[in-house]
């Protein structure tokens, strides 16, 4: 078989079994359409290679774009429009999910989020009744809609006899444990709250997508009465695309938990006039009770919210939220090999690997005869647009993080650096073995930047004991061992390449240190 099947079917296995494999780790199972979604896509692929069929190989990587990357990257989509509250169209999402992945209650998603609607309309009756129509079906989703109809109508009680009753469901769940949470803080039983979080904390950690993650921290810190801490998560995560007035509720309602009753009243009345029906329901039951003092917290409950704090600002330091847009030496470095590739194609220089020698390819016995140019130029130059899109995917998905905790100077020292150094290493490995060899692309100085990423967080590790960075240091090196797995199964790429990137670019990065 080509190289290009032999690549494609190789990444389609482990980006669909990665798959399975990180929803298991991050909800404790794996949803039953995502399982039957996945295990075809992999017989497609499986029996495209047994039959050397690259047309069926290739179907099976669109089979994994339409089914698999297309719905969850319209979820995610449809997530941030609810936070911001534009319910309409996150529905219309949701039904082009439904569509596509029918299964695991994704039927049923749009007519919650219709509900959702209709409550921040102020029809709590309408929504009340599609909610108790979607609840009474067989679906995944079900415990959410319970979660809905409690929270609709304020009935927080009802939500912890109803959780009591499935603690199994509530830790299974990631979209119902943020409101439980709520429910136990609504209710004054903190010690309640704080104990659920503290049993539930390592899945609270893995959640995803982070939004649940972030509202479960939320509701610990607004009823701990952390008012200053519950300002950063709404700065620092996606509630800082939620509606004013929705931010401004939280942080009073932390105030008022801190014991600053004044101040807690004076901004609830202030956002009022500026609230949506729902919440407005919410604010004017919390300011019937605003003059009752906040139930207090155990010295243990104290002792384990500054304990949270302290865990959760060096976490932010290592693996906060970062923007690709905000990657100005990533975004550039992207530009330089996407116009380099736009000119191959011009010269019709792709998949013709005489006219990419030509170009500068890293030719090693060019290279010793001194056309040293070759180490730089073979870096921006690829194969076809499979190894260029392969290459710019790993340099997005990592470059920003990178990017954000070393500086743009040490960026772009680690990815040249790294770059140059494997291309250097590639010519003396194959001097030294009596070789020939043509080597072209990015991948050398991407994978310079993971070396780099697990040094940053090796780092942390070791300075501050961030459990966060030894997590994310761990899955940097699982991504190296993929890779070269991948290079000795895959004839035709270069494993020394690879390999020798991210040694070269984990030295730079652990001297220089990170800018943040």
């Known amino acids: 078989m080509s190289v290009e099947a032999e690549l494609l079917f190789w990444w389609l296995g482990f980006v669909v079994v990665g798959t399975l494999a990180f929803m298991r780790f991050s909800q404790r199972r794996v949803l039953r359409g995502w399982l039957t979604v996945g295990t075809t896509i992999l017989a497609i692929a499986l029996v495209g290679r047994l039959s050397e069929s690259i047309a069926l190989i290739r179907a099976a990587a669109a089979l994994w774009l339409l089914l698999m990357f297309v719905p969850g990257v319209l979820a995610q989509l449809a997530i941030r429009l609810v936070v911001r509250q534009r319910y309409a169209a996150a529905r219309a999402i949701q039904q082009l999910v439904a569509?596509?992945?029918?299964?695991?209650?994704?039927?049923?998603?749009?007519?919650?989020?219709?509900?959702?609607?209709?409550?921040?309309?102020?029809?709590?009756?309408?929504?009340?009744?599609?909610?108790?129509?979607?609840?009474?079906?067989?679906?995944?989703?079900?415990?959410?809609?319970?979660?809905?109809?409690?929270?609709?109508?304020?009935?927080?009680?009802?939500?912890?006899?109803?959780?009591?009753?499935?603690?199994?469901?509530?830790?299974?769940?990631?979209?119902?444990?943020?409101?439980?949470?709520?429910?136990?803080?609504?209710?004054?039983?903190?010690?309640?709250?704080?104990?659920?979080?503290?049993?539930?904390?390592?899945?609270?950690?893995?959640?995803?997508?982070?939004?649940?993650?972030?509202?479960?921290?939320?509701?610990?810190?607004?009823?701990?009465?952390?008012?200053?801490?519950?300002?950063?998560?709404?700065?620092?995560?996606?509630?800082?695309?939620?509606?004013?007035?929705?931010?401004?509720?939280?942080?009073?309602?932390?105030?008022?938990?801190?014991?600053?009753?004044?101040?807690?009243?004076?901004?609830?009345?202030?956002?009022?006039?500026?609230?949506?029906?729902?919440?407005?329901?919410?604010?004017?039951?919390?300011?019937?009770?605003?003059?009752?003092?906040?139930?207090?917290l155990d010295e243990a409950s104290q002792r384990f919210l500054e304990a949270e704090e302290g865990r959760l600002a060096q976490e932010s330091r290592y693996v906060g939220p970062v923007s690709l847009r905000s990657a100005r030496a990533t975004l550039v470095l992207a530009g330089i090999n996407l116009l380099v590739f736009g000119a191959q194609s011009l010269l019709a220089a792709t998949d013709d690997w005489k006219a990419t020698h030509d170009l500068g390819a890293l030719c090693t016995d060019c290279v010793i005869r001194g056309e040293w140019w070759r180490l730089a130029s073979s870096t921006v130059l690829h194969a076809n647009l499979l190894h260029l899109g392969m290459n710019l995917f790993g340099l997005c998905a990592l470059g920003p993080a990178a990017e954000t905790a070393l500086g743009i100077r040490r960026f772009l020292a680690v990815y040249v650096g790294a770059g140059l150094g494997a291309a250097a290493t590639v010519v003396a490995a194959a001097w030294l073995q009596g070789e020939r060899q043509l080597v072209i692309g990015a991948s050398g100085a991407i994978m310079g930047v993971v070396g780099a990423t697990a040094a940053v967080m090796l780092r942390g590790w070791l300075s501050e004991g961030v459990a966060a960075a030894r997590n994310r240091g761990l899955l940097m090196a699982g991504y190296i061992a993929a890779q070269s797995l991948i290079d000795t199964l895959v004839p035709g790429l270069s494993f020394t390449t690879h390999l020798a990137g991210a040694v070269i670019g984990f030295p730079i990065a652990f001297v220089a240190g990170p800018k943040r």
């Open 99 to 296: 569509v596509l992945h029918p299964c695991d209650g994704c039927r049923e998603v749009p007519a919650a989020m219709r509900a959702m609607e209709l409550a921040s309309q102020g029809d709590l009756d309408g929504a009340t009744a599609i909610l108790e129509a979607v609840a009474r079906k067989p679906s995944s989703v079900a415990a959410e809609v319970v979660v809905l109809l409690c929270q609709i109508g304020q009935r927080w009680g009802d939500l912890l006899a109803w959780a009591a009753e499935r603690p199994e469901i509530v830790a299974r769940e990631p979209g119902v444990l943020s409101h439980v949470l709520r429910a136990h803080g609504e209710t004054g039983d903190l010690t309640g709250m704080v104990g659920l979080y503290d049993r539930e904390r390592s899945i609270i950690d893995r959640m995803r997508p982070h939004v649940l993650r972030d509202s479960c921290r939320l509701m610990l810190f607004v009823y701990g009465g952390r008012p200053e801490f519950v300002e950063r998560i709404l700065r620092q995560t996606v509630f800082a695309a939620a509606p004013a007035p929705e931010q401004r509720f939280w942080t009073a309602v932390a105030r008022w938990a801190a014991g600053d009753g004044e101040a807690a009243r004076r901004d609830l009345e202030e956002v009022l006039p500026e609230a949506s029906p729902s919440l407005a329901i919410a604010i004017r039951r919390r300011l019937a009770n605003i003059d009752s003092p906040p139930p207090a």
